[in-house]
């Protein structure tokens, strides 16, 4: 069996603060991490952002898009995230009936927006809202709400919200090499200057042409194109 001594992580959503503390225990056999949810933004953003200010003055067209983006989503689409956050186990309606489940995971609280576009676009088989399903497909949804039925962990997995001590969005302070894709249909763009501050030894960035929230499952071939980018030097270094 062969041995594996070297490697690199990868993360989005849930997975990108894993990978981003996974880089800061900094494991010798760890040559980097990509991620495509960076926690990147800077901490006058998110307080304007968290108490309704207006934008800072100053920013640039991508910063300003970003500062947009995040403005709609904390008003507007992260109540999933503070009910999961503060009462997880009341969520009862997700144990107790699949369409309930489904109605859930569908939606997210954001309707035709991210992150439930792409699932949106799959099940009513139509672009929504600009966002393409992609790769997904009706099935793969119906995979995917099956799995958290059929195994009863809808409850137990909304309970991370509630664990995490950790604030995703501002900078991850990683010293290891790092590379970052900026999807367009992500909750929020990450302007390449934000990334080169959280990720001090940035190896790669780039802005690809699709993909949303859920990239690795909405388009599953630009995910690995972007994979064997980012993580190219690295392989030539071994």
């Known amino acids: ?55 800072p003055a100053g920013l640039s067209a991508a910063e300003k898009h970003a500062f947009d983006q995040l403005k709609v989503q904390f008003a507007k689409r992260r109540a ?39 699932m949106q676009s799959a099940v009513l088989g139509r672009t929504v809202n600009g966002h393409s399903a992609g790769a997904l497909t009706r099935d793969d949804v119906l995979d995917n709400i099956t799995l958290y039925w059929l195994t009863n962990t809808a409850i137990s997995s909304a309970r991370l919200y509630w664990e995490n001590k950790t604030n995703l969005y501002l900078p991850a302070d990683v010293s290891i090499p790092a590379a970052v894709t900026a999807f367009p249909g992500e909750s929020f763009v990450a302007p390449r200057n934000w990334a080169e501050k959280a990720y001090h030894k940035l190896i790669y960035f780039h802005e ?21 980018a980012a993580f190219k030097t690295l392989r030539q270094a071994m």
Do not use: C
């Not at 969520?91 to 489904?102: T, V, Y």
């Open 80 to 118: 999933y995230a503070q009910i999961m956050g503060t009462r997880p186990q009341t969520l009862s309606g997700l144990a107790d009936s699949p369409a309930g489940l489904a109605a859930w995971l569908l939606d997210h609280g954001d309707g035709y927006a991210q992150p439930a576009s792409a």
């Open 208 to 228: 690809a042409e699709a993909g949303g929230h859920f990239a690795a499952w909405e388009q599953p071939e630009i995910f690995s194109v972007e994979l064997r």
């Open 1 to 55: 069996m062969e041995e594996y001594t070297k490697f690199v992580a990868q993360g989005g959503d849930w997975g990108s603060p894993v990978s981003n503390e996974m880089a800061k225990l900094g494991a010798p056999e760890l040559l980097g991490i990509h991620v495509n949810l960076p926690g990147v933004v800077p901490p006058e953003i998110l307080k304007a952002v968290g108490s309704g200010e207006a934008a």
